[in-house]
């Protein structure tokens, strides 16, 4: 999947989840598992952008961390959300959890290649 087609997808899931937020029930438990939800949610697409801009593998490494960690808040807060308020529960409840436990899974094999990268790139500078 290139860069331009991840950063298309992350960005579709921050969508969905701004119009998921804003159809949540009213009650305040549920309004702040929604804020959670929409806080991870754009934050996997924002995070992501931001390692475009990484000024060295290191700090690619740091940014990619961010997103894993998001993409997969994003995936708790969808699953609480539909305990809070079993109204969601549906076929775009169902694809959004599978699309952020398929954003996590994505973003994690992609910083364990970066830090796999990275590690070796360390490992050759000693030996020379």
């Not at 924002?46 to 475009?52: E, F, T």
């Not at 959890?97 to 070796?120: C, Q, V």
């Amino acid at each position: 999947m290139s860069i331009q087609e991840l950063r298309n997808r992350t960005k579709q899931f921050a969508v969905d989840v701004v119009k998921l937020c804003r159809a949540v029930p009213r009650d305040w438990y549920v309004r702040v598992i929604g804020q959670q939800l929409l806080r991870a949610g754009t934050a996997v697409a924002a995070n992501h952008r931001a390692c475009g801009r990484a000024r060295s593998d290191k700090e690619f490494c740091s940014k990619m961390g961010i997103v894993v960690e998001e993409a997969d808040e994003s995936q708790l807060w969808l699953e609480l959300l539909v305990v809070a308020a079993p109204s969601v529960a549906g076929k775009e409840h169902t694809r959004m959890l599978r699309e952020a436990t398929e954003l996590t899974a994505i973003f994690s094999t992609s910083l364990r290649t970066a830090k796999d990268k990275l590690h070796a790139r360390k490992k050759a500078a000693t030996k020379t």
